[in-house]
């Protein structure tokens, strides 16, 4: 296991959805260097099988291993669901890991007893049934609604929010039967994020929006802490890694990380 508090900490998605993630660990722990790995070259991974993803998981921990990352967060539901006991066993004791669904499962349990839950991810994640799996752990009486969205990753992969189109699409999705009567929405994909505000609109106060960003930093910031892994860096300098250029994960890693921010490229097979 890497016990020095200085080395960096892997994050990884299928594309820049998982920045939604990186952006909330920056923020809450901003002595910490990341290392993002965005896995373009295989994006949408919601609608892959579990083999795949898994295959893509491993290739990636393998980069961030090598780049001496302490942690390795996987910063995608699709990828949490399908290849994170793998991983964790793969990686033993390199690094630790982390998951975004254990940390959100943990939240609502300890805030939503006896409440109806909806939940919008990729066909991955909710074929998975790992939410309900696990909230049904606690049983606190909450009634899980999902429904996989399976066009809202790649719309906003293409940039496509706060306009019509997203517009129409978030409104056909949240109206549809299985969302009546929640009390609150888990986002049950780091994509969602970029669009919580359209989320927000539509219900217009009376459902609650759960995003996973800030809980997962929580999550990160105790294990660190725990392991005295918290790390002292002043000003960081972060890395981010494609498996193939697009200009979308461009664009937004400079609204997240400002201007400054260079690409590298990284196949996962040579
Ligand atoms: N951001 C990812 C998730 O949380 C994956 C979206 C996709 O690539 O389909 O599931």
């Known amino acids: 296991m890497i016990n020095n508090p200085s080395a960096p900490i892997g994050i990884f998605d299928s594309g820049i959805g998982g920045l939604t ?9 901003p002595n910490e260097r990341i290392i993002y790995f965005g896995d373009t070259a295989h994006l949408p991974y919601g609608d892959k099988s579990e083999a795949a993803i898994q295959a893509y998981s491993i290739k990636i921990a393998d980069v961030l291993l090598k780049r001496g990352c302490k942690v390795i967060v996987i910063a995608c539901n699709s990828a949490s669901s399908a290849a994170y006991e793998l991983l964790k066993e793969y990686v033993n004791k390199q690094a630790h890991v982390v998951n975004v669904i254990d940390p959100m499962v943990e939240f609502v349990s300890s805030h939503f007893q006896d409440k109806n839950i909806g939940l919008i991810g990729t066909k991955r994640t909710v074929q998975s049934g790992i939410y309900s799996k696990k909230i049904q752990e ?12 399976p066009l809202l990753a790649p719309m906003i992969e293409e940039g496509y929010f706060n306009n019509k189109i997203s517009h129409d699409l978030i409104e056909e999705y949240l109206s549809n039967d299985s969302l009546k009567e929640i009390n609150a929405l888990i986002l049950a994909c780091t994509h969602y994020p970029l669009i919580k505000t359209e989320i927000k609109d539509f ?16 999550a990160l910031k105790k294990l660190l802490k ?25 664009v937004s890693t400079q609204i997240f990380f400002g201007s400054m ?3 590298q490229m990284h196949t996962l097979w040579s």
Do not use: C, M, W
């Open 203 to 218: 219900y217009n106060g009376s459902v609650e929006i759960l995003d996973s960003s800030e809980v997962v930093a929580l």
């Open 138 to 149: 606690y049983q606190k009486g909450i009634l899980l609604k999902p429904l996989a969205t």
């Open 226 to 250: 725990k392991n005295q892994l918290l790390a002292n860096n002043v000003l960081p300098t972060h890395s981010f890694l494609v498996s193939d250029f697009t200009e979308s994960f461009e």
């Open 21 to 29: 993630v990186a952006h909330a660990i920056t923020q809450l722990l």
């Open 261 to 263: 921010v260079r690409l």
